[in-house]
C-alpha cells in the first residue's frame, strides 16, 4: 500500500494539486479501499512541505531556517524560533 500511497500522490501532484490536497486525496483512497487510517508526510524537491492524516493523532515536525513547525492534533501546527549549531 506505501508505493500505492506514492503513486497516488506524485500523479495528483502532476496535474497540479498541492501538497495538503494530494496527501488528503490518497489517505482519502486507503480509507476506502482497505478501510484503514494512517498518515503521510509530503515533501517537494524544493523543500516544502505538507501533512495529513485519518488517525486521532500524528505526530510530525520540519524546521526550514530556523523556525520548526510541528503538530500532534489535527490542525496544530506550533512554531517556535530554534537556535541552529554552526558545524
Known amino acids: 500500500m506505501i508505493i500505492m500511497m506514492m503513486i497516488i500522490i506524485i500523479s495528483k501532484l502532476s496535474i497540479g494539486l498541492t ?7 490518497a489517505l482519502d483512497y ?8 494512517g498518515g503521510v508526510i509530503v515533501i517537494d524537491r524544493s523543500g516544502d512541505m505538507a501533512h495529513y492524516f ?5 505526530a510530525w515536525a520540519s524546521v526550514r531556517s530556523d523556525i520548526m513547525k510541528h503538530g500532534l492534533e489535527p490542525n496544530e501546527v506550533l512554531e517556535e524560533k530554534i537556535e541552529l549549531l554552526n558545524s
Open 30 to 37: 486507503m480509507s476506502v479501499r482497505v478501510k484503514g487510517s
Open 19 to 25: 501538497l495538503h490536497a494530494a496527501a488528503k486525496e
Open 54 to 58: 485519518t488517525t486521532s493523532r500524528m
